[in-house]
């Protein structure tokens, strides 16, 4: 049986908690941000954990 491989893609997005929560970034911050107020910009920043439905196929994407 070979080894699995990591999703590329995923391990550049999430990250796993000591907890074995995902962390992920915060969508709608790449661009057209002239027009999204302070408040909204800086309630955006940061990371925030991924939904508890997506968890467990983000597990399986980083193979953990």
Not at 25 to 52: C, E, I, P, W
């Amino acid at each position: 049986m070979p080894k699995m491989k990591t999703h590329s893609s995923a391990k550049k997005r999430f990250k796993l908690t000591g907890s074995g929560k995902v962390k992920r970034f915060q969508a709608y911050t790449s661009h057209m941000m002239r027009n999204k107020t302070k408040k909204q910009k800086n309630n955006l920043q940061g990371s925030t954990v991924a939904s508890v439905a997506d968890t467990p196929r983000l597990k399986r994407l980083l193979c953990k």
